[in-house]
């Protein structure tokens, strides 16, 4: 990390720029996002993607419908190659960016071929987090970020077969829902009573969390020291309290770590991720950066945590292409995500922890939870209940005024509250 006044302010750009050639290293859903974005604003230059793997696809379903019929990089895929050619995207599939110059605004792939550009973006991405303990690397042991990791636990797999599963977040949650489908035998293990907790507030954590139970899943409390090789290719995941789990299958489901690291190797400002304005513009000016590798910093300094999320990758490719064009990004609204666990549907919008009132909806099979603060609605969360979530979202981003009464109300539909409003 570099000083904190290299980033330029994020005050809305007062003229249109000519990005020119643009080179995006990363397809996923973000570095698409800003191709397809840049094409609906007018760019009508050069646009080329450069991608270690052969196609384009959605990253939600690997965890969510990993032993769904039909899986398969047909389903997965977002943008084929018609896709592409409609909207005059050039693509270098199955090829690595190594560096990238700044300054000439150049990228070099793994090939030794220079592609010359005019503006660069950065969608790198992360990789998954693994785990720092002796054995994580024997062949029984899996992580799921990408199409081959999730082949490669899909066919690990068979029913009956017992499968540990080390991380307790929505990534773990819905790999140990998914592996129950199927018929393993799934131990989960997290460090926390409550996994999610800070995303999702203590009463809902608790909730979720409990439906693993429900469904047989074997939840533990602990953190793994050790992985034991068996002679039968099976291994034993050794906790620090000495508790001992037999496995044919493990997955760590940890989390992430931007891969930061081009930009890093070329000068640009980045902790814990590339830093960004709210025009995702990078401490070099013809390099933005944009998903779950930029980390934006405020125009008063404050460093905000990276965004892990589907609508947020999208929004911020959306967003870059806006700055590499000089024009004001969409106003986003409050940030949302959603996760599928033991065949229920979570939308959270917001926040559900920190400083506030929590007010509970009770009255069907799921609580809904909302979080106020000066009598404004900061957050809120739902099962199998988007709709309510949808509405929520429209009250915090309005800054309407909510009674904590209605809220826990299950008679008061919070479209009501909407309508009420106006």
């Known amino acids: ?6 980033l330029p302010t994020a005050g809305s750009p007062t003229e249109r720029r000519d990005a020119g050639r643009v080179v995006i290293v990363g397809g996923g859903l973000a570095g698409f996002s800003a191709a397809e974005r840049l094409r609906v604003l007018g760019h009508t230059d050069e646009i080329t993607i450069v991608e270690g793997e052969d196609c384009l696809y959605d990253r939600p379903p690997l965890s969510k419908e990993l032993f769904a019929e039909g899986f398969d990089v047909d389903a997965l895929e977002f943008a084929t190659g018609e ?31 220079v592609l010359p550009a005019d503006t660069i973006l950065l969608a790198t991405g992360g990789r998954a987090r693994t785990l720092p303990v002796p054995g994580a690397d024997l062949p029984v042991v899996h992580v799921l970020r990408t199409l081959a990791d999730a082949q490669a636990i899909r066919d690990a797999v068979s029913a009956g077969c017992r499968a540990v599963v080390i991380g307790g977040g929505l990534i773990g949650a819905e790999l140990a829902s998914a592996l129950r489908k199927v018929g393993a035998a799934v131990t989960l293990v997290d460090p926390s009573p ?20 429900a469904h047989d899943v074997d939840t533990r409390l602990g953190v793994a020291a050790l992985i034991e090789p068996a002679s039968d290719g099976s291994a034993t995941v050794v906790l620090a309290d000495g508790d001992r789990l037999p496995a044919d299958l493990i997955v ?20 814990d991720g590339i830093l960004v304005d709210a025009h995702q513009r990078t401490s070099a000016p013809k390099v933005f950066a944009a998903g779950d590798v930029a980390r934006r910093r405020g125009d008063d ?7 892990e999320h589907w609508e947020a990758a999208q929004l911020s490719g959306q967003a870059a292409a806006a700055g590499m064009l000089g024009l004001a990004p969409e106003v986003r609204g409050t940030p949302w995500f959603w996760s599928d666990r033991h065949g229920v549907h979570l939308e959270v919008v917001g926040r559900l922890s920190g400083s506030g009132t929590q007010i509970v909806r009770e009255g069907g099979p799921h609580p809904a939870v909302f979080l106020i603060e000066d009598g404004l609605l900061v957050g809120a ?9 949808r509405a929520a979202r429209r009250l915090i981003d309005q800054r309407i005024p909510v009674s904590a009464d209605e809220l826990a109300d299950p008679a ?3 479209r009501a509250m909407l309508r009420a409003s106006r």
């Open 381 to 389: 969360g739902s099962l199998d209940d988007a709709n309510t979530v």
């Open 83 to 113: 896709r592409l050619a409609d909207l005059g995207i050039g693509t270098r599939h199955g090829r690595r960016a190594t560096a990238i110059d700044p300054t000439a605004a150049s990228v070099t792939l793994d090939s030794g071929e």
């Open 301 to 307: 300094g404050v460093m905000h945590r990276r965004e």
């Open 252 to 271: 760590v489901g940890i989390g992430i770590i931007p891969n930061q690291e081009i930009g890093v190797a070329a000068g640009l400002d980045a902790d």
């Open 1 to 6: 990390m570099t000083s904190s006044d290299a």
């Open 412 to 414: 008061v539909s919070l």
């Open 194 to 213: 409550t996994p999610l907790a800070h995303a999702v507030g203590e009463l809902m954590a608790n909730h979720l969390h409990g439906m693993h139970l």
